[in-house]
């Protein structure tokens, strides 16, 4: 973000494509999700008043077919997957857009966009009678612009039945109404009933709320072609700047494949985050760089679960010494190391700021073994400050609170008064010189995965982390 300026100086406006809802969220739509919240943080943390849109496609083939599938209307299958969606993005703590929009909330803007094409010469009805009307990509020269591609070199467009189209590669604005979909999926429009196209609703929900130029439209890299060409060439055609910056972030695979329904390989969130804390779901998702594909392999989660309990147990345990100097402070007021600043400019160079941010626990548990109380504190909200440009600050409430999963926080809080209770009876033993007994105790906390520090405090204990 080094080089990024804003269409209007401190204000900053973001489109990111949302959920298509027709069945449950995996890990690679939280990918997509993750990487944007940590653009916001960002920009947030820079000064900057971030307008975020996420929309939500309610209406689309997928979604009609299937909760025909189901056996229930459409829109009471897309709802119901449309509220997993936001316990997802909640569970691994992504704030609420400012906006969120459906589509089926703005077809008056669609039909708009589309008349403004038609009239402009970019857009036709076809001559079939279907009610479809098509996108004329030959009338408009600057169409590949955001791919590099030449119009001859693409693949046709197969949103539509080709035979009312002028061009194969033409895209569906409207799509006319067909007898085995269900009325309520129309709406009366000049060219007959019919319902808008994918590339249609994006374009109309991102200049309704934020204008007909913003900064940054952003969404996952299988979006650059052809949605986002699509969206790009509709709206400029149509005589919007439409937006200035595109970010797009790759995805997460399993033997190279990209995770999708249709191949089977698909980590839902609800049952990911049954197995290991929603927090680390976070970490592995925005460690690496978002524009680098996340290679899911056996140990990948326990890997980021040993990494993230490394800047978690530094905290909690800076915090016990510390107290509210460390847990009560706006970190918003909180200098960031300037390694962590320089990359995270540096095209939210996540990896680069991950380094720093585990540099700065290293420094920070020796000045804790060394009892240097100021630079162990200096450490402490140096790291929760960049943690909180994470999303993943140990001590954010989200987390404390049990949005690390369902029944998380209960099992935290139950082992913690678990090992008290071996800790204060071992120091019991220990006040009567019975070291035998406290040896025991010791004993069977190692081997039940607990470390034990005796420090001039108490002991504490922590998860030992695994080689």
Not at 165 to 174: E, I, M, S, T, V
Not at 245 to 250: F, I, S, V
Not at 314 to 333: C, I, K, P, Q, S
Request: aromatic share 8%; glycine share 8%.
């Amino acid at each position: 973000m080094r080089d990024f300026v804003p269409l209007v100086a401190g204000r900053v406006g973001v489109y990111v494509c949302g959920a298509t809802p027709q069945s449950s969220p995996h890990i690679g739509h939280m990918r997509s999700a993750v990487a944007f919240d940590v653009l916001r943080r960002w920009l947030e943390r820079a000064g900057d008043e971030v307008t975020v849109v996420r929309n939500v496609t309610d209406i689309d083939d997928k979604v009609l077919a299937r909760a025909a599938e189901a056996g229930v209307p459409w829109w009471q299958h897309s709802l119901r997957f449309e509220r997993e969606f936001a316990a997802a993005y909640a569970s691994v703590n992504v704030a609420p857009p400012t906006y969120e929009p459906r589509a089926t909330g703005h077809v008056t803007e669609m039909v708009e966009l589309v008349e403004r094409l038609v009239e402009a010469g970019h857009a036709y009805a076809a001559a079939d009678g279907s009610g479809d009307v098509y996108f004329d990509v030959r009338s408009w020269p600057s169409y590949g612009e955001l791919t590099n591609q030449g119009v001859d070199d693409m693949a046709p467009a197969e949103d539509a039945d080709p035979r009312g189209k002028r061009d194969p590669r033409d895209f569906a604005l409207w799509k006319g109404a067909k007898p085995a979909e269900p009325a309520t999926a129309s709406w009366p429009t000049p060219w007959g009933r019919g319902r808008p196209g994918w590339h249609l609703e994006c374009s109309a929900m991102a200049t309704r709320y934020l204008g007909a130029e913003f900064d940054i439209h952003g969404g996952g890299l299988d979006l650059r072609f052809p949605h986002h060409e699509n969206e790009l060439a509709q709206s400029r055609a149509a005589g919007d700047g439409f937006a200035r910056y595109w970010l797009h972030n790759a995805w997460v695979v399993q033997g190279g494949e990209k995770m999708s329904k249709s191949l089977g390989n698909t980590m839902g969130m609800e049952a990911l985050v049954e197995q290991v804390p929603a927090v680390v779901v976070r970490y592995l998702l925005t460690a690496p760089h978002y524009r680098s594909h996340i290679e899911i392999v056996d140990g990948s989660l326990e890997e980021a679960r040993t990494a993230y309990e490394r800047v978690e147990n530094f905290v909690v345990r800076a915090a016990e010494v510390l107290g509210a100097a460390v847990t009560d402070v706006d970190l918003a007021t909180v200098a960031l190391p300037a390694g962590f600043v320089t990359a995270m400019d540096d095209d939210l160079g996540t990896p680069a700021a991950v380094a720093v941010l585990h540099d700065t626990v290293r420094s920070g548990n020796t000045a804790l073994a060394g009892g240097e109380k100021e630079a162990a504190l200096a450490a402490a909200l140096a790291v929760r400050a960049m943690a909180d440009v994470l999303g993943v600050d140990p001590l954010d409430p989200h987390w404390r609170g049990g949005g690390a999963g369902r029944g998380e926080a209960r099992l935290r809080a139950a082992l913690d008064a678990l090992v008290r209770a071996e800790l204060e009876a071992r120091a019991a033993a220990r006040a009567v010189k019975d070291y035998a007994s406290a040896d025991d105790i010791r004993t069977r906390l190692t081997n039940a995965g607990i470390a034990v520090e005796d420090t001039p405090d108490g002991a504490r204990w922590t998860l030992e982390e695994k080689a």
